[in-house]
């Protein structure tokens, strides 16, 4: 914001909230320690820290939360500071800027028009009275749209526009408040967390990340989300092209909405909106067991998921899957300890059955087959602050064009008499874009010399 | 295979090398007609760059994933090159002064240069990642490239305000424009500049809520982009308030871009963050 000149405020603490020195300081403060989060990672495990950074640092890290920079109760004070400072200038400002846009334009004299920047003056060689009739409208019009008052004498003009561009800079920074603002309603009334699916299952719930809900917690969404199918495609090159989740919206039992999301292409419903943010496959293994007192039994069973063999009564799992070895897939299967027979482990590979002996049965494993099963990972999110840090950028953009590129801008025409003879003064100001503004006056003044000789008056 | 993006590309890259030595000849010799000559080559540079662009997307629709040639950087660096060309063009039509492109050319041949011979910068076409397939990536790149442009120009501009120090008499040095009015176009371009960033950023943050859900992650790109901002925020409000002119502006320019620069390469070499895709 512009300098003010007014020193003396009775308030100490808005003298000290309205500095601009503040606001340099504060920003240069935010600047400076912005760094720190960039270098040291963030949002690691305390454990991390300390082996990276060796007992001294983490200490510090500890205490000035470093590992969480940005939202650490310095960082958001300097930030607070930051707000408030520029809310108080905003305030202590407007006043001025009031008297700016009604002071009086029409108030000037030809004196002061001949001090300006920009000003020309023709002596006619008639009086006034004798002109005037013919020229005061030739004037007016010419300048296009002017205002006028008598004034000292005469008959003064004035052209006007862009007088409220001094506002642009009211937006720029309250529009700054307005983000930050957007953001503080997010983090006290937002939530967000994570959901893991596989695929044909659903849930009423998501486990928090911040926000609303401690981390970790589940926070019930009031409606049912199931992922039907999940679907990842590569490029030639490995690359990833896609990744999809097709997913469905029940609520009371009854479909509602459904979608296809993609990276970049979320489902909304009810403020919640949903993303797709990462996947898993999981192998599915189907398994036949032949046990020696004649059972056989057939079971499918993802990986890493613990079972109990019926029949025998042991627990058993897959600890390791292999989609391919030469050409057929593999898995390292698992026996828990069973009256007296050790815990035992060894991979089955499809198309080579394995005989084993639990307790008094021997039982023969054969995997009929395997497929990859999906699980995807959803990024859910309900933040009501969003639209705000929406209207506050856009605010910033137009105040930015405004305080940049609107100019206030004032031309003047005095007529009136001078030594029985009449006087034409032309005078004009703008408060930026200087060199355009001259352009246009040059102009003016061009048509004004012509008309005045056209008609013999100078 | 005839011509591709590359050779055109790569042509580009000679023609500003010779349009910056051009500009600097025209500087330093005070020859009218090397002046008028560098900015025909510059414009044949740009014209030739603008081919090469549109046949690298044309390129990339026949390989079948089809995409605006913005999407890592080689082509973010092309890209740069481009905008600070144009900018600088622009500036060069609107003060009908030359001497200025001694200093603002060499920012894109270099650009252009380390795009074509690093052997850190992959130039091949590839398609674009799930996270990149976005009508916003257009919008980003290009609101920030034109920031970053304008702001190697000002920067340009701070070096040649730094170099015409206070010299008077007929030396080359004094032959550059008036102090006054270096200090003026630099003020303008910042300010072009800053419109751009602040957009760009803005641009970034409403893919980043369509993609990840969160409109600003303090990821390392992210916040460097907000340091670059505030730099130049104070450098307004210095000239502005303090009512700071030539020689601490023409600094506090020098210090912007490096923050740019550091924006766009540093975080991409040094730290890690969502941004990776850039640094291939």
């Given at each position: ?6 020193s003396s405020?009775g308030?100490p ?8 020195k503040l606001?340099?300081?504060l ?6 320690t912005?760094?720190?989060?960039t270098?040291?990672?963030q949002g690691?495990?305390?454990q991390?820290y300390?082996?990276?950074?060796g007992p001294g640092?983490?200490k ?6 470093l ?11 300097l ?5 408030l400072n520029l809310?108080?200038?905003?305030g202590?400002r407007?006043p001025?800027?009031?008297?700016l ?7 000037l004299?030809?004196d002061?028009?001949r001090r300006?920047r920009?000003n020309?003056?023709?002596k006619?060689?008639?009086?006034l009275?004798?002109?005037?009739g ?5 004037l007016?019009?010419v300048l296009g749209?002017a205002?006028?008052?008598e004034?000292?004498?005469g008959?003064l003009?004035l052209?006007?526009?862009g007088?409220w561009?001094y ?6 920074h309250?529009?700054?408040v307005?983000i930050m603002?957007g953001?503080?309603?997010g ?7 994570n959901i893991v ?5 659903s ?5 928090s ?5 401690k981390p970790?917690?589940r926070v019930?969404?009031g409606f ?5 199918r999940f679907?990842?495609?590569f490029?030639?090159?490995g ?5 999809r989740s097709?997913l469905v919206?029940?609520e ?7 979608k ?5 292409d ?6 919640f909106t949903?993303?797709?943010s990462?996947?898993?496959g ?10 020696s007192?004649?059972?056989e039994?057939?079971?499918s069973i ?5 079972r109990?063999l019926?029949?025998v ?5 897959i600890m ?5 070895i030469?050409?057929?897939p593999?898995?390292?299967?698992w026996f828990?300890?069973f009256?007296?027979?050790?815990p035992q482990a060894?991979?089955?590979?499809k198309g080579?059955?394995r005989e084993?002996?639990?307790?008094d049965k ?5 995997m009929v087959?395997?497929?990859q099963k999906?699980?995807t990972?959803l990024?859910?999110?309900?933040d ?9 950028c ?5 105040g930015?064009?405004?305080v940049?590129w ?5 031309t ?6 001078e030594?029985?003879?009449g ?8 408060n930026k874009?200087?060199?355009?503004f001259e ?5 003016l003044?061009l048509r004004i010399?012509?008309?005045?000789r056209e008609?013999s008056w100078v | ?8 590309l790569g042509f ?10 051009l ?16 900015t025909?080559v510059t414009?044949?540079?740009?014209l030739v ?17 089809g995409?605006a040639p ?5 082509e ?6 481009w905008c600070?060309v144009?900018v ?6 609107r003060?009908k002064?030359?001497?200025v492109g ?8 270099m650009?252009m240069a380390y795009?074509s011979f690093s052997?850190?910068v992959r130039?091949?076409?590839e ?7 976005s009508?916003?990536?257009i919008a980003h790149v290009?609101?920030?490239f034109i920031g970053?442009?304008?702001f190697?120009v ?8 730094l170099?015409?120090?206070d010299?008077?008499g007929?030396?080359i ?9 270096i200090d003026?176009l630099?003020?303008?371009t910042?300010?072009?500049g800053?419109?751009w960033?602040s ?12 993609a990840?859900?969160?409109?600003w992650?303090?990821?390392p790109k992210?916040t ?6 505030i730099?130049y925020?104070v450098?307004?409000?210095?000239r ?6 030539g020689?601490?502006i023409?600094v ?6 490096l ?9 991409n070499f040094?730290?890690s963050g969502?941004?990776?895709?850039g640094?291939?």
């Amino acid at each position: 914001m512009k300098k003010t000149n007014q020193s003396s405020h009775g308030n100490p603490f808005v003298n000290f909230f309205s500095s601009i020195k503040l606001a340099v300081f504060l920003l240069i403060a935010l600047a400076a320690t912005s760094v720190i989060g960039t270098v040291i990672p963030q949002g690691e495990s305390f454990q991390f820290y300390l082996e990276r950074y060796g007992p001294g640092m983490y200490k510090l890290i500890r205490t000035l939360h470093l590992y969480d920079t940005y939202h650490s109760w310095w960082y958001v004070t300097l930030l607070s500071l930051f707000a408030l400072n520029l809310t108080v200038c905003i305030g202590r400002r407007l006043p001025f800027t009031l008297n700016l846009v009604r002071r009086d334009s029409l108030g000037l004299g030809p004196d002061k028009l001949r001090r300006m920047r920009i000003n020309h003056q023709w002596k006619l060689g008639k009086p006034l009275a004798e002109v005037k009739g013919e020229l005061l409208p030739l004037l007016k019009e010419v300048l296009g749209g002017a205002r006028e008052r008598e004034q000292e004498g005469g008959v003064l003009l004035l052209k006007e526009s862009g007088k409220w561009s001094y506002w642009g800079i009211y937006l720029l920074h309250a529009s700054i408040v307005i983000i930050m603002l957007g953001a503080l309603v997010g983090s006290f009334w937002g939530k967000k967390g994570n959901i893991v699916l596989m695929e044909g299952d659903s849930t009423d719930h998501f486990i928090s990340r911040g926000g609303v809900g401690k981390p970790g917690s589940r926070v019930p969404l009031g409606f049912e989300v199931k992922c039907e199918r999940f679907v990842v495609q590569f490029y030639d090159n490995g690359a990833p092209k896609e990744f999809r989740s097709d997913l469905v919206i029940y609520e009371d039992g009854k479909k509602v909405k459904e979608k296809d999301i993609r990276v970049n292409d979320p489902l909304e419903y009810k403020g919640f909106t949903f993303y797709q943010s990462s996947y898993q496959g999981i192998p599915e293994v189907l398994l036949k067991f032949v046990i020696s007192d004649g059972q056989e039994i057939n079971v499918s069973i993802p990986a890493y998921e613990q079972r109990l063999l019926k029949g025998v009564g042991v627990a058993y799992g897959i600890m390791q899957f292999m989609p391919q070895i030469h050409g057929v897939p593999a898995a390292k299967i698992w026996f828990g300890q069973f009256r007296g027979t050790p815990p035992q482990a060894f991979w089955l590979v499809k198309g080579h059955d394995r005989e084993i002996k639990i307790g008094d049965k021997i039982v023969k494993v054969s995997m009929v087959d395997a497929k990859q099963k999906y699980m995807t990972g959803l990024q859910v999110k309900k933040d009501p602050g969003v639209w705000i840090v929406w209207v506050g950028c856009l605010g910033l953009i137009l105040g930015f064009i405004v305080v940049f590129w609107i100019p206030h801008r004032r031309t003047w025409i005095w007529i009136g008499e001078e030594e029985g003879k009449g006087v034409v003064i032309l005078a004009g100001q703008a408060n930026k874009g200087k060199l355009a503004f001259e352009e246009t006056v040059k102009e003016l003044n061009l048509r004004i010399d012509t008309a005045l000789r056209e008609r013999s008056w100078v | 295979m005839g011509i591709t993006n590359s050779t055109l590309l790569g042509f580009s890259t000679f023609i500003y090398l010779g349009a910056a030595f051009l500009y600097l000849l025209h500087w330093v010799f005070r020859l009218k007609k090397v002046g008028v000559l560098a900015t025909g080559v510059t414009v044949l540079g740009l014209l030739v760059q603008t081919a090469g662009i549109l046949l690298r997307w044309v390129e990339s629709y026949k390989m079948g994933y089809g995409h605006a040639p913005l999407s890592n950087l080689y082509e973010s660096l092309v890209f740069f090159a481009w905008c600070t060309v144009l900018v600088y063009l622009v500036l060069e039509w609107r003060i009908k002064t030359r001497v200025v492109g001694a200093f603002a050319t060499p920012f894109a041949a270099m650009s252009m240069a380390y795009a074509s011979f690093s052997p850190r910068v992959r130039d091949s076409i590839e398609p674009l990642i799930p996270a990149l397939q976005s009508n916003w990536l257009i919008a980003h790149v290009i609101t920030c490239f034109i920031g970053y442009a304008a702001f190697a120009v000002a920067c340009g501009l701070g070096i040649m305000y730094l170099v015409r120090g206070d010299s008077k008499g007929d030396g080359i040095i004094s032959s550059l424009p008036e102090r006054r009015v270096i200090d003026s176009l630099m003020h303008q371009t910042i300010i072009f500049g800053m419109i751009w960033l602040s957009t760009g950023i803005i641009t970034g943050a409403v893919w980043a809520n369509q993609a990840w859900g969160t409109y600003w992650s303090w990821d390392p790109k992210e916040t460097w982009s907000l340091i670059t901002w505030i730099v130049y925020g104070v450098t307004l409000h210095a000239r502005f308030v303090q009512g700071w002119r030539g020689k601490k502006i023409a600094v506090l320019s020098i210090i912007g871009f490096l923050s740019v620069f550091f924006t766009y390469f540093g975080v991409n070499f040094l730290l890690s963050g969502l941004h990776s895709y850039g640094s291939q």
